[in-house]
């Protein structure tokens, strides 16, 4: 049966990043789309973009569709989920964590990764006009693409843009989350080195029941090996 999937980018990104796994997914015979969340467009004003903003856009787009979908949430895209999802439940048929950061209840993203990444982006963040954390080129190529090929890395690296900090240090409240009869599905690429080893998987398991789909390729396959990642969102359909 077709599915329709909605799909959200995480941090620096926008819904472009989705476009090669959207090409795949259709030609499987579903459809698809990718919001770009506020403040992450090339010309977009981002000094005042809050955690509710992405939050409300989510919530935006869903309110619209006319049957329940897929949601997909890649990296920082996961905890955007958890705060969105119990707001619109209806509207939502399943649940999907790609390399996610799942938060516990009452904390931020920069509460999960080693404190001198938090502590580096937000003297980075507090030094820029727009306070938001600058495209760190560095870390693009070595943690989130060090599977990509020099050529692949600037093709991303061109398009991403600066991030409101406050993605970043805004605390989540996941009890309503908690409490939903959603089926949750992680889809797991295992060469990721954006975090420590376990990391992502180990975060999961605050989602309680949960499938787990594995394949190969890091943070970035979304981009790098589209078809890849859209053969394991199929598979992942309950």
Not at 118 to 127: H, I, P, S
Request: proline fraction near 8%; hydrophobic fraction near 45%; glycine fraction near 8%.
């Amino acid at each position: 049966m077709a599915k329709h999937f909605v799909l959200l980018h995480g941090a620096w990104h926008g819904g472009w990043c989705w476009d090669g796994v959207i090409k795949a997914l259709e030609k499987a015979g579903h459809t698809a789309e990718a919001p770009t969340m506020p403040g992450h467009g090339p010309k977009d004003e981002r000094s005042g973009i809050r955690f509710e903003d992405y939050v409300n856009g989510i919530v935006r787009v869903l309110e619209r569709q006319p049957m329940p979908v897929v949601l997909v949430g890649h990296s920082s895209a996961g905890f955007m989920m958890q705060a969105a999802a119990p707001k619109v439940s209806e509207k939502i048929s399943q649940l999907i964590f790609h390399n996610a950061f799942i938060l516990p209840d009452g904390k931020a993203q920069f509460d999960l990764v080693p404190p001198e990444v938090a502590e580096g982006m937000t003297a980075a963040a507090e030094a820029s006009p727009e306070n938001c954390v600058p495209v760190l080129e560095d870390f693009v190529r070595n943690e989130l693409m060090a599977d990509a090929v020099p050529e692949v890395q600037d093709a991303l690296i061109t398009r991403l843009v600066p991030q409101p900090v406050a993605l970043f240090t805004t605390p989540v409240s996941t009890g309503e989350f908690d409490a939903l009869a959603i089926p949750k599905t992680v889809v797991f690429c295992k060469d990721d080195t954006s975090l420590p080893p376990g990391a992502y998987l180990g975060m999961a398991q605050g989602l309680g029941e949960h499938d787990v789909v594995e394949l190969d390729g890091g943070h970035e396959t979304l981009f790098t090996h589209p078809e890849v990642l859209a053969e394991a969102l199929i598979k992942a359909l309950r």
